[in-house]
């Protein structure tokens, strides 16, 4: 987690830096042509996941009223992938909450299950522990 702080404090010096709404904390919010929230990652290799935490976010900001498009920066790789909120994924955000909501109301977690990415997840205590 401290390499990817140190990682976004370099790269985007010149604009607002972590906004937080609704308990969420956006990595970058700036101004290009509209409002653009950007998600720093130190690497591309849960892609899927990081373009997903940057739909929550841009699914949030709609739900306050605020348009926004979303920029997923990888700025040791030196790449950066566009991310914008379909009706789609907004229907795929309200299923996941409602699952969310469902574990949540179980006398017992679930069982845990080791992933390959465990090792590196920064939540890995809440499961492992």
Request: hydrophobic share 35%; aromatic share 10%.
């Amino acid at each position: 987690m401290l390499i990817g702080r140190i990682i976004h404090e370099e790269s985007y010096e010149r604009d607002w830096r972590e906004v937080l709404i609704e308990g969420a904390k956006l990595d970058v919010v700036r101004k290009r042509s509209g409002l653009q929230v950007v998600e720093v990652k130190k690497s591309s290799k849960l892609e899927e996941p990081a373009k997903w935490q940057l739909k929550y976010y841009l699914y949030l900001l709609r739900k306050a009223g605020v348009k926004a498009m979303g920029l997923v920066s990888y700025p040791k790789e030196g790449t950066a992938e566009e991310v914008g909120l379909s009706e789609e994924d907004v229907e795929a955000l309200e299923e996941a909450f409602k699952g969310i909501e469902k574990v949540i109301s179980l006398e017992n977690p679930p069982e845990a299950e080791r992933k390959p990415y465990c090792r590196r997840c920064s939540y890995r205590d809440f499961c492992w522990v």
